[in-house]
């Protein structure tokens, strides 16, 4: 089966002072140019300016949970300070749980599984795995690009009912993902 690929930003590397490295990210997380794939980190809303909380987490637009979270850049505004984004979660699931994945889950039952995309090395939803190439409906594995993996390989889930319009600088480039 083939797989979509999602552009990250999880080279940073620095020789230099934990001061210097500072000023390099900040100044690189200034820069980033996010576009349409790209993984990036949405910070903790605790951290948002006191407007952007307001529009959002105040106002109930987004859930504070789906931030401090990776996310999946789906569009970026030309004319704007804001993205298109869907989070990237594990839904509770981890090696106690048995990596039960989110439609399966008691908390998230009314939720359909075909509105889950699976990473590459989760469990997969039945509109990731249908094997039946006559419909177009059959979903791909998400998957980073040069073999890297998410930071929960056996628990990266996105809900495509989650999309969120946010503040760019609420985002920043995720540094987590891992080579297999």
Not at 27 to 39: M, Y
Not at 41 to 55: A, G, Q, R
Request: with cysteine; aromatic share 10%.
């Amino acid at each position: 089966m083939a797989s979509q690929t999602y552009n990250h930003r999880a080279d940073w590397r620095s020789s230099c002072s934990s001061t210097s490295y500072q000023q390099t990210r900040r100044t690189r997380q200034s820069q980033v140019h996010w576009e349409s794939g790209h993984l990036a980190f949405l910070t903790s809303h605790e951290k948002w300016n006191e407007e952007d909380h307001y529009n959002l987490i105040d106002s109930k637009e987004l859930h504070p949970k789906a931030t401090n979270h990776p996310c999946v850049i789906l569009k970026r505004f030309q004319d704007s300070d804001h993205c298109l984004i869907t989070p990237v979660s594990a839904f509770s699931a981890s090696e106690e749980t048995s990596f039960l994945p989110p439609w399966k889950q008691r908390c998230h039952r009314f939720k359909k599984a075909e509105d889950f995309r699976s990473f590459q090395g989760s469990e997969s939803s039945s509109s990731d795995s249908d094997s039946d190439s006559s419909t177009d409906e059959t979903c791909q594995l998400l998957e980073l690009r040069n073999g890297r993996t998410m930071p929960k390989p056996k628990a990266s889930w996105i809900y495509i009912q989650h999309i969120y319009v946010v503040p760019r600088i609420g985002t920043k480039a995720a540094t987590s993902a891992h080579r297999s």
